[in-house]
């Protein structure tokens, strides 16, 4: 009994901890309520893992067409798919094979068995181990924020994105790494960096420039950093990452709506570079309900939807973590502002990006930006929010109450997945 009391206090007082094992639980019945392919874009990113797993690593328009594609061409949940993704075209033709590791291996493995639902489901459990391994370090290792990085990362759609066979998986758990990587490093306070966290910097700038455009985010935070060779060592390494990564999506596929016209919105932008500018902020405006209920959690192919009342009690309970749960370390004016610098420029340069390829012209917002993307740049949101004092004392009775509503939350989302999926 008193083994069993102190396996139970571990998981509940060591946020690392709650998150390996909810994550685990919840991603498991997330993986098998789910049927294939219903969560966004998941057949194309079930070809890249495919391309992957046969070494398919730089891709070049048409994919390659493998014996494992023909294995999984025989389920009937990618028949239904058939005429929308083919094995000439895939709309992830271009992501980097970094994105895709796990998953592809989950690919191999079931293949050895000839059978396409067990490559199907080994590559959802693969990323799913994968993503909790990454966040579980990324929790380890922070100073700060240690129960906001456990509870959002236990979010529906953290979840449902970590388990599924999309690069999301792999991009969200690996910039919580590289987010808590940089926490580490700032809120240490050292005055030199050492060689090896420099070459771990640099190293982890290179994985982030193959992702998805670019996302290297996390490592402006080294001009929050004392060290005297700031600007020398993150200007080389930052613009060394956006030079791998412009060359990578220079020469891969890029997806663009067949309704807009690339070469027209790039003239509109280079011509009217301040209208496009309100463009975007008229869109943060217009869809910021649509994008916070995507980060929290609209399910299934975008068709899985709670009711409004629980996005609302699930974004003010979460809201008020930043209060209730203080920060470990001060956090100066200088860094709240930063984080928000930073999170207008994740705003701009993304939809800036979708304004070109996926904006019709005259259309009165951006188009093609879903809540879910918010997923990996969460830890700005730490950054800017958090508290070094909380307004109730006794915060380790309130990480219970947060512990049990988010529990709570996701045998819900279980409930709203089997009703849709499984009982329907």
Excluded at 70 to 78: F, H, Q
Excluded at 148 to 172: C, K, T
Excluded at 378 to 386: M, V
Aim: proline fraction near 4%.
């Amino acid at each position: 009994m008193e083994k069993l009391r102190g396996v139970f206090c571990n998981i509940i007082n060591r946020p690392e901890v709650l998150f390996l094992v909810f994550g685990f639980v919840f991603g498991v019945l997330f993986l098998f309520l789910t049927p294939p392919f219903q969560v966004p874009d998941e057949q194309a990113h079930l070809h890249r893992a495919i391309e992957t797993a046969n070494g398919i690593f730089y891709n070049k328009i048409p994919p390659s067409y493998s014996r494992y594609d023909a294995i999984i061409e025989n389920m009937d949940e990618y028949k239904k798919f058939s005429s929308k993704y083919t094995k000439k075209f895939h709309q992830v033709s271009g992501y980097s094979s970094i994105m895709y590791l796990s998953s592809s291996l989950g690919v191999k493995t079931g293949a050895l068995f000839q059978n396409a639902y067990l490559m199907f489901y080994l590559a959802r459990f693969f990323n799913l181990l994968s993503w909790l391994i990454l966040i579980y370090f990324a929790i380890r290792i922070t100073p700060v924020f240690k129960w906001q990085f456990a509870i959002f990362a236990l979010l529906p759609m953290s979840i449902y994105e970590g388990m599924s066979v999309s690069a999301d998986s792999f991009v969200n758990s690996f910039l919580f790494l590289f987010f808590a990587y940089m926490f580490k490093l700032v809120f240490e306070n050292k005055e030199n960096l050492k060689n090896y966290q420099i070459v771990i910097y640099a190293f982890m700038i290179l994985i982030s420039s193959f992702l998805k455009g670019c996302l290297i985010y996390p490592a402006f935070l080294i001009f929050l950093l004392r060290d005297k060779r700031k600007y020398l060592i993150g200007g080389i390494t930052i613009l060394f990452g956006i030079l791998i990564g412009g060359l990578w999506a220079s020469h891969n596929y890029v997806m663009v709506s067949p309704d807009v016209n690339p070469e027209l919105n790039k003239e509109i932008l280079y011509t009217f570079p301040v209208k496009v500018l309100f463009l975007i902020f008229k869109s943060l405006i217009l869809n910021s309900l649509y994008w916070l209920k995507g980060a929290i959690g609209i399910l299934g192919n975008l068709d899985v939807r709670f009711p409004l009342f629980i996005y609302s009690i699930i974004s003010i309970i979460y809201f008020l973590s930043f209060f209730l749960i203080p920060v470990e370390r001060k956090i100066c004016m200088r860094y709240r502002a930063y984080s928000l610098i930073l999170i207008l420029l994740f705003f701009i340069i993304v939809c800036t990006a979708l304004f070109c390829t996926w904006t019709p012209a005259g259309f009165p917002k951006i188009g093609g930006f879903q809540g879910r993307y918010l997923i990996s740049i969460f830890p700005l949101f730490f950054l800017l929010f958090g508290q070094n004092a909380a307004i109730i004392k006794r915060p380790n009775r309130i990480i219970y109450l947060f512990e049990i509503f988010v529990f709570v939350i996701l045998i819900y989302t279980c409930t709203v997945l089997a009703n849709v999926y499984q009982f329907s």
